[in-house]
């Protein structure tokens, strides 16, 4: 089967930079995609990799590498409305999303 | 309205009973996707619907679930005999490309 493993809990300080790891083990996948979800929230689109390397997206940008099975997302200028749940999510042919466990984000002043 | 709109937003129900949960997609969107997530989890794939017909069925955990979309528009999920192990949030999705649009989700509870 098909497995994202991300950190459980990242910290953070309001204006900085943080970035969020998801490691695979999976193959044949169409791209990686990123989420947010705030608490009691539902799971919004922030970003998306077909391809290797690096897409920015404003203050969001995220990295897929398929050789070393890995992606990030990178999050700038941290505010304190950034405190929620990432989930990264691998993307198949019929375009289902199968998420990772999740990465929660608190912004601290 | 503009995004995806799930009802009832919380349903609690008894072990044993039936439950039906509705979504209404953003219109025009051919795409829709059930998902289930328990607390602390991601959300897991249940059902995708292309149109009216359910192109992947592989995540409903078994028989007693089952989702309609008749008209090709609003879905309906239908799980029989609910067990305690039912319990966790609904998620419905809609897309018309890449990116899907999550509803707000119902929470199930089986007492």
């Known amino acids: 089967g098909q497995s994202l493993e991300q950190p459980s809990e990242v910290t953070a300080v309001e204006g900085a930079i943080v970035q969020i790891n998801c490691t695979y083990q999976?193959?044949?996948?169409?791209?990686l995609s990123w989420y947010q979800q705030h608490d009691g929230g539902a799971p919004t689109f922030l970003s998306y990799?077909?391809?290797?390397g690096l897409e920015e997206t404003g203050r969001f940008s995220s990295f897929l590498s398929r050789s070393d099975s890995y992606g990030y997302l990178l999050l700038q200028e941290l505010q304190m409305k950034d405190s929620a749940s990432y989930f990264c999510?691998?993307?198949?042919?019929?375009?289902?999303?199968?998420f990772g466990t999740g990465t929660r984000l608190t912004i601290i002043p | 309205g503009a995004g995806v709109s799930q009802t009832p937003s919380n349903k609690v129900t008894e072990k044993g009973k039936y439950v039906e949960l509705r979504c209404d997609p953003i219109?025009?969107?051919?795409?829709l996707y059930w998902y289930r997530q328990s607390l602390g989890q991601g959300p897991e794939f249940l059902i995708y619907?292309?149109?009216?017909?359910?192109?992947?069925d592989s995540g409903l955990p078994n028989d007693r679930f089952f989702a309609v979309r008749p008209e090709g528009s609003v879905s309906t999920l239908k799980i029989q005999r609910t067990e305690r192990g039912d319990s966790a949030v609904y998620l419905c999705?809609?897309?018309?490309?890449?990116?899907?649009?999550f509803g707000p989700g119902t929470r199930l509870t089986v007492l």
């Open positions: 999976t193959s044949g996948f169409y791209g």
């Open positions: 990799n077909a391809l290797d």
């Open positions: 619907f292309q149109g009216t017909g359910a192109a992947d």
């Open positions: 999705a809609s897309s018309a490309g890449l990116e899907q649009f």
């Open positions: 999510a691998v993307t198949f042919g019929n375009e289902k999303l199968t």
């Open positions: 219109s025009g969107h051919t795409a």
